[in-house]
């Protein structure tokens, strides 16, 4: 996420008379060129870094689209699913948790060694491409599948809004680094606790403070993104922003679900 060089000591042994001429315009005009071509320099190569990442994160979102939908509208894939989710059994959980977690892993040691780095980035999305299938086929299954699309679509808005405002606004977003770490630790112990306490799981403030953690997320992987990263960075960069982008997804599915169940049950009292 320059250096400069001055040339102060040349024109203590510069005649004054020749220095009044020609001398202090001559030695100042390479600095400023200078200085511009390092920070063009710098531009070009924040902007390719830039666009590498959201070119990444294009095709990881693309492929994760392809999947979820061949396994909403596959019916055999959509029953094979459906059994799984009936069979709630432990390996078949592991089955789903391993190979996200196992990537991630080699992907610490390997994430600058091509084409190995780009292999393990397929894997780790395919997995959770996966995963986000596994889910939405269930959910369509129980009729939900207009929500699946509001809540596609309501991720897209404002993961394009919040981008744009990081962006353009030039707000330095630092210093929301260890707020959101504190929420997220928040969120992961709430659903540990769900485990042992199913009716955590019923509370929409969960949902809310779920996707307000991870729209604080894009705004701050946002900024890292275009002023702090380092320009070898874009494989984590892009898995930041992804995994900020399905979890926003699935905390506002899971309000849609929740605020229609609710308004399902007032129609019914009211019947």
Not at 141 to 166: K, N, W
Not at 205 to 229: E, H, P
Request: net charge positive; with cysteine; glycine share 6%.
């Amino acid at each position: 996420m320059a250096s400069r060089a001055g040339s102060a000591s040349n024109r203590g042994t510069t005649p004054v008379p020749r220095a009044k001429v020609t001398s202090e315009p001559k030695e100042s005009t390479p600095q400023a060129t200078s200085a511009d071509l390092k920070k063009i320099s710098e531009d070009v190569l924040r902007a390719g870094f830039v666009k590498k990442v959201y070119g990444l994160l294009a095709s990881q979102l693309v492929l994760t689209v392809i999947i979820a939908s061949v396994c909403m509208y596959v019916p055999l894939i959509q029953r094979a699913f459906l059994a799984v989710a009936s069979a709630q059994t432990w390996w078949l959980r592991l089955a789903f948790a391993v190979p996200p977690i196992a990537s991630l892993v080699l992907l610490k040691f390997c994430k600058d060694r091509y084409p190995t780095n780009y292999i393990l980035l397929f894997v780790f999305t395919l997995a959770i491409a996966l995963q986000l299938g596994f889910i939405c086929s269930v959910f369509n299954s129980l009729g939900h599948g207009h929500l699946i699309l509001q809540a596609a679509a309501i991720t897209a808005v404002i993961f394009l809004g919040l981008t744009v405002y990081t962006v353009y606004s030039g707000k330095n977003f630092s210093y929301m680094g260890g707020f959101l770490s504190t929420l997220l630790w928040g969120l992961s112990i709430v659903g540990f606790a769900a485990v042992f306490f199913p009716q955590l799981r019923e509370s929409l403030a969960i949902g809310f403070v779920g996707a307000t953690t991870f729209c604080g997320y894009i705004l701050y992987d946002t900024w890292r993104l275009t002023k702090q990263l380092g320009y070898d960075d874009y494989i984590g960069a892009t898995i930041e922003l992804y995994l900020d982008i399905v979890n926003l997804f699935l905390y506002i599915l899971d309000i849609l679900v929740k605020m229609s169940a609710d308004s399902e049950k007032k129609k019914k009292r009211n019947d």
